[in-house]
T-cell receptor, first 113, second 112 residues
Framework: GAVVSQHPSWVICKSGTSVKIECRSL??????MFWYRQFPKQSLMLMAT?????????EQGVEKDKFLINHASLTLSTLTVTSAHPEDSSFYIC?????????FGEGSRLTVL | GDSVTQMEGPVTLSEEACLTI???????????LFWYVQYPGEGLQLLLK?????DKGSNKGFEATYRKETTSFHLEKGSVQVSDSAVYFC???????????FGSGTRLLVRP
């Protein structure tokens, strides 16, 4: 099946710094990608929908200035957690749709100290 | 609002035991239903799906039947293997929605 890759898989940063996570569709073009967040022992929650060439659509309660999303090409979307704090520590997962099916990246675990 | 409820884990079984992971949903209308699996260190993978009532999805020995009467989509396998150890997520997608709604996930641990 189609492959979606995230980088980095793990990142540890200091409070107040910004962290960028990349999501790439390796063998298909994705005009739309989705960013999810997963807290320990909880479900995946959709954060935002990333649209190539236009602004992302954020879910209710997600701060767009906190979680910056850029979808600059048909194969790359980035999520930047700005001025990260310990409560932003989580597992972030992206996905992209190809021929009607959703494919997920491996996830990126962010730990903010 | 729309939601998915799964049984809490972890579920610990011996190899060759029978597995059932319960999943129920609340939705407006008739969504498509999915089971995703997340193996250690990997991303989510689609395990099986069903798009309408009474459909049965199946893959790798796993099965789930879309039950409209009970709004359920329980995952079953007759004989689990150690390699089935993973986290399983039930999810729904509304007919007019782009948003996949997940359950909280159920961790399965199969012991040799």
């Amino acid at each position: 099946g189609a492959v979606v890759s995230q980088h980095p898989s793990w990142v540890i940063c200091k409070s107040g710094t910004s962290v960028k996570i990349e999501c790439r569709s390796l063998d298909f073009q994705a005009t739309t990608m989705f960013w999810y967040r997963q807290f320990p022992k909880q479900s995946l929650m959709l954060m935002a929908t990333s649209n190539e060439g236009s602004k992302a659509t954020y879910e209710q309660g997600v701060e767009k200035d906190k979680f910056l999303i850029n979808h600059a090409s048909l194969t790359l979307s980035t999520l930047t957690v700005t001025s990260a704090h310990p409560e932003d520590s989580s597992f972030y997962i992206c996905s992209a749709r190809n021929t009607g099916e959703l494919f997920f990246g491996e996830g990126s675990r962010l730990t903010v100290l | 609002g729309d939601s998915v409820t799964q049984m809490e884990g972890p579920v610990t079984l011996s190899e060759e035991a029978c597995l059932t992971i319960n999943c129920t949903y609340t939705a407006t209308g008739y969504p498509s239903l999915f089971w995703y699996v997340q193996y250690p260190g990997e991303g989510l993978q689609l395990l099986l799906k069903a798009t309408k009532a009474d459909d049965k999805g199946s893959n790798k020995g796993f099965e789930a039947t879309y039950r409209k009467e009970t709004t359920s989509f329980h995952l079953e396998k007759g004989s689990v293997q150690v390699s089935d150890s993973a986290v399983y997520f039930c999810a729904q997608l509304g007919r007019s929605s782009y948003k996949l709604i997940f359950g909280s996930g159920t961790r399965l641990l199969v012991r040799p």
